[in-house]
């Protein structure tokens, strides 16, 4: 069964510092990648995705997320955060072979102004 | 294109009732996915329709079911409802299911 691991439950950062938040997935066969925020008060909405080509993926808002395929890692990293970051930030898998997503229990990233 | 909406926003249940939830997908999709959204569990996923097609099922009891209309939109009904089913239940729609995923706002259900 694919499952996905974010290793951090709760980040709190100043404003400027930089970001990374660790995501493992286990799943042997091909899989897409996704990262997902949920700012407060409104929906999850796409990060930035990974399907194949440049292991080095950026979405908006200046992130970036690096896809390691011997490490199943897929970790989303910011150089500077703003206190607008604050969100909840989910990784997802998607198995190719039957469709099927799984997240990540999500990791709340508090900016401190 | 319009989003992804969901109805209705919020509902009160009692233990031992039923409840449908209802969801349009963005026009054009033809793949929606339900999930449960809890504090402690993050996102649980609940089953996915691709036209009118249940292909993938979470591990959740049979108690909760779904179905998928011909014009792509989708009802989640969960019956005998128990205190643990209180959750944010989420739509999401995509063109494949492969794809990314586009959110509806949520049904938040509260059972007493």
């Known amino acids: 069964a694919q499952s996905v691991s974010q290793h951090n439950h709760h980040v709190i950062l100043s404003e400027a510092a930089s970001l990374e938040l660790g995501c493992n997935y286990s799943?042997?066969?091909?899989?897409?990648l996704f990262w997902y925020v949920q700012y407060p008060g409104q929906h999850l909405q796409l990060l930035l995705k990974y399907f194949s080509g440049d292991p080095l993926v950026k979405g908006i808002k200046g992130f970036e997320a690096e896809f390691i395929k011997s490490k199943f890692s897929f970790n989303l990293r910011k150089p500077s955060v703003q206190w607008s970051d604050t969100a909840e930030y989910f990784c997802?898998?998607?198995?190719?072979?039957?469709?099927?997503?799984?997240f990540g229990d999500g990791t709340t990233l508090t900016v401190k102004p | 294109k319009a989003g992804v909406t969901q109805t209705p926003r919020y509902l009160i249940k009692t233990r031992g009732q039923q409840v449908t939830l209802s969801c349009s997908p963005i026009?054009?999709?033809?793949?929606v996915s339900w999930y449960q959204q809890t504090p402690g569990q993050g996102l649980q996923f609940l089953f996915e329709y691709f036209s009118e097609t249940q292909r993938n099922k979470g591990n959740f009891p049979g108690r909760f079911s779904g179905r998928q209309f011909s014009n792509s939109r989708s009802e989640m009904n969960v019956s005998t409802l128990e205190l643990g089913d209180s959750a944010l239940y989420l739509c999401a729609s995509s063109q494949k299911d492969t794809n990314e995923q586009f959110f509806g706002p949520g049904t938040r259900l509260t059972v007493l």
């Open positions: 799943y042997g066969g091909t899989v897409n």
């Open positions: 026009s054009g999709h033809r793949s």
């Open positions: 997802a898998v998607t198995n190719t072979n039957a469709g099927k997503s799984t």
